[in-house]
């Protein structure tokens, strides 16, 4: 099982990126996969979660209308819109999956680093 997230980079106040989730050794079908991020010295935090019929959840105020999820699963990949950057969401980003939104995470993925600067 793996779980690789990429697209990370700089970018300026205001900017986007899109970050991907790219999934091997299980069924992407049938799981729900999360975003998580944890910035430097604070506790990684839950950011949004979409599940195996698309329906997404989220669990961070802060990022809500500015972030979404979105999956494709032909391509075993699952992708984080993030609009409206602000230096707060400098972070590293992780994907992660589980049966359900509400159930506990069985696996996390390899980050990826975002900073937001001017």
């Known amino acids: 099982v793996q779980l690789q997230a990429s697209g990370g980079g700089s970018v300026q106040p205001g900017g986007s990126l899109r970050l991907s989730c790219a999934t091997s050794g299980f069924t992407l079908d049938d799981l729900a996969i999360g975003w998580s991020r944890q910035a430097p010295g604070k506790e990684r935090e839950g950011l949004l979660c979409i599940s195996n019929t698309g329906r997404i959840t989220y669990y961070a105020g802060s990022v809500k209308g500015r972030f979404t999820v979105s999956r494709e699963n032909a391509k075993n990949t699952v992708y984080l819109q993030m609009n409206s950057l602000k230096p707060e969401d400098t972070a590293i980003y992780y994907c992660?999956?589980?049966?359900?939104?509400?159930?506990?995470?069985?696996?996390w993925g390899q980050g990826t680093l975002v900073t937001v600067s001017s």
């Open positions: 992660n999956r589980r049966w359900h939104c509400h159930s506990t995470v069985q696996d």
